[in-house]
């Protein structure tokens, strides 16, 4: 039986294959366009000059760019933290509204103007106006779309007949406490709207959320999408009526009435209606 021994391993043979070793790193890195290098202790040395030199100006430099970048950061994340919260706060109003609505929706739908979603109520007088012209032209079983204009919606909820169908076109989400009777609206999708509603309404009754010739007319595709018949438009004025109402007549065929709009809260924008028929005679004779 043959013993094998241990190898005694000199030192300059281990040096031997550690320098193979680091040769062969060497090779593998410059066939990747990067030879590791070794530094040598005067570029260390100088390295460690170079910083000695710097001015305390130079510091100084660092430190307060260090400082600047933090409060870009810290105010950065407080901003994207406060958005978080208030998402959260949103989501949570519209679970609980949603849990509620099977109570009474008509008494959580009370709800404020968002001025950012430029909403802005109308006043008694108008509701009851545009209520009865809805009435009148829909019938008690028809079907009128509140396009934009949720104070007409919930005004006619309180006073339609039990067979009169309403759908809300609205953007605010405060308002699908309503149901199927809600639809998520954005004017700047004019053609995103349920393909089985498309020409189904006996009246639309649009209020632009914006003032502007471009909400405008996208409102204006939605309401051919949707109208079966009448069309009512409540919108503001620029600086006079004559930039709106041959938008109004070319887009939708509508010309302006003597009715006047006005809101709850004295919007300063002068408000326009214009119909598809002879508002007018209806209101001024007391029938609507």
Known sequence: MTIVRNPVISPDLLNFEVMSEVNVNEAYQEGNGAKITSTSKEEIDQSEDVKEKRSPAAEDQDEEDDVQLSAFTMSALQEFVSEQLEREQRRQQAEQLAQDAAKDPDQLADFEEDWQLSQFWYDDATCRVLASEALRLAGPSGRVACLSSPTLYRHLRKV??????????????????????????????????????????????????????????KTAVTVRLLAKQHILLCTGTISSCAQMAPLAGRLLGLHECRFRPAHANNLANEFRCFASYDLDSHVSKGTT
């Open 160 to 217: 339609r007949p039990p067979e009169l169908k309403l759908t809300l076109f609205e953007y605010d989400q405060r308002f699908s406490v309503f149901g199927p009777e809600f639809v998520l609206y954005d004017y700047r999708s004019p053609l995103d709207v349920p393909g089985d509603l498309r020409e189904q309404f006996d009246l639309v009754v649009a209020d632009p959320p914006f003032l502007s010739e471009e909400c405008l007319t």
